[in-house]
């Protein structure tokens, strides 16, 4: 196994990688340190799941289950960078992409019947949604900004809109129905097996069984009441078309990969219920699934003149829509995994609350939040920005996090136990001895999940934020609600461990609303603080936080300390980028920013350093830092627009900076000596390679797939220097 593996992902940090690994692996070389691959991007999680239908030579081993069992060892130090969260359409696509390309897969069975679509359909949902992270997280979370990012972004401010006291913008959330409001947690006392049953005048059906859960275990259970949120987001669009707002809907279908899509598509249907009713049976025979989105079902209607005509009637009589791309027609409701929570809330919020129209325009927008569980900290943010205007991020202080994410800790609308009830009953979760943990009435349609957070990872958790709080000295905040049920289960295990470190008074226990404000106030000082929160909070807050402090959350330093004893380390939550990738086919320029990853590397060579006393290692991770630094420092990163420095450029700049760095240190003799003959060829070729990289960008080009690239045609567009290759090797 090598001392660090680099993982192979998908979209715009794959290309990235294709530029930037050889120059890691050769730099790491002269260190000792070997850098492998893992393969764990989409396509090759399909083609792992489905062998038998490939030839031997087609085969794809599993290498997120080798990671999975690499991240419980010490010995794991591993880079992870963004790889796509699957929705449907997404998987559809590399499906036939890859069929396309001759691996003999089934198709993604929409509406299975028999029992081979059904089992094909379970092993397809398995790659569904944010399915590599629960794998690999075996550890909680430190996320912040790193030094060098935080400085540049207060020496150079990025734009943020201005905010209207009188901003017709505003957050809405059911009050009742939902998951919050439905919730009831309960700590288990000892090693228990449960299932899951729905009971009905016909009897019972077991919905899952055989859920293993050791002692300690906080279980959740709760649902959302289809018809309450048929009401509220009816009454939201009539209200939106008073107030004279864009109509806007946040969720997050990937990480809640069964529940959000299921209540996408009833905002669909919300939002052409004319349409709906009208020719509701032929929409069906026509293949309409609202979850599928707005986009699927123009495709699949535009044979027909009425629908098309009913539909355009009912948008023109409907309050105006958010846009992803008002250029492109395409509307917050056409695609699930198009419009993300985590990034959508903060760039409408750092916007000054303005999201883009239809008419290309912006706007004021309600921002409609079906369930109310964490809906209140984007609502107290647009209230504190209306109160206080926007944020300085020239003075601002900065939010770090410390996340409860590991051994699958609350995950929310996860798959084996979220499910869309057939018919009115009794959802029960019924333990191996008969008794009786949850129960909720239901009705057809209702949403039911639960989730569990096991004991160590909770106090892993808090024992990070205790070191954490240490190390910053700052305030520090535990974002817990009291009143709500699976809040209060954590809190009884969070007092008294703060109490027996003798800490107590180093830390606050505030619920989300009452956080929030409190942090914007902290970091409007300038003064910092750490937000110590669960798993979906920890998503989103590091998204929203940095969006608005660095103007994007790819930038951060991403630490999972594993509870194993080995490092995984995230290069950032700036997603997989599509749109980036397109640019490069188009006009042969990559946007995409490597920050995340330069910030990723030089801690795990640090992290490498201490855990195997590889001295060089660290050197290499301090020199990492310098070039980062020299990266910000000089205008390095990679430009927009075709024609100026992109991905590349700032790969050969990256080079040069660490070869100087390492060739100038005192600390390991041996590498300054390897480095200097480098860094002088770096610089002496400085103007060959340029050249070399900007003459390629313009045209066209070809990469052999897009969830599957082919890697020859890859690497000769990310490595287009002969100057830079014959360098590095």
Partial sequence: MSDIIYTKVDEAPELASASFLPIIQKFAAAAGVSVGTKDISLAARILATFPEHLSAAQRQSDDLADLGRLVKTPDANVIKLPNISASVPQLVAAVKELQAQGFALPDYPEAPETADEKAIRAKYDGIKGSAVNPVLREGNSDRRAAKAVKSFAQKNPHRMGDWAADSKTHVSAMSGGDFFSNEVSATLSKDATAKIVLVTNAGETVLKDGISYPAGTVVDATFMSVAALQTFLADEIAKTKVEGTLFSLHMKATMMKVSDPIIFGHAVKAYLAPVFEKHGEAMRELGVNANSGLGDLLARVKGNAEIVADIDACMAARPPM????????????????????????????????????????????????????????????????????????????????????????????????????????????????????????VEAGDIWRSASTRKAPIEDWVNLAIDRQKAEGCSAIFWLDASRAHDAELIAYVKPILEAKGVADKFEIMAPREATRASLETITKGDNTIAITGNVLRDYLTDLFPILELATSAKMLSIVKLMNGGGLFETGAGGSAPKHVQQLEKENHLRWDSLGEFCALGESLTFLADAKGNEKARVLGEAVDAATQGILDNDHSPSRKVGEPDNRNSHYWFARYWADALAAQSKDAELAAHFAPIAKELAASESKILAELAEVQGDAVDLGGYFRTNAAKTASVMRPSATLNAIIG
């Avoid at 929570?341 to 000054?352: C, H, N, T, W, Y």
């Fill in 322 to 441: 958010y846009m992803v791309d008002s250029d492109k027609g395409i509307t917050n409701l056409h695609v699930s995994s198009d419009v993300i929570i985590d990034a959508s809330m903060p760039a409408l919020i750092r916007a000054g609350g303005k999201g883009w129209g239809p008419d290309g325009k912006e706007s004021d927008t309600n921002c409609v939040i079906p369930d109310n569980s964490y809906a209140p900290v984007y609502d107290e943010t647009v209230n504190f920005f209306k109160e206080n205007g926007k944020l300085n991020p020239a003075t601002a202080g900065t939010v770090q996090n410390v996340g409860l994410m590991a051994q699958k800790a609350e995950e929310y609308g996860s798959h084996p136990t979220t499910f869309e009830i057939a018919e009115a009953g009794t959802v029960k979760m019924i333990l191996d001895d008969g008794t009786v943990l949850h129960e909720h009435n």
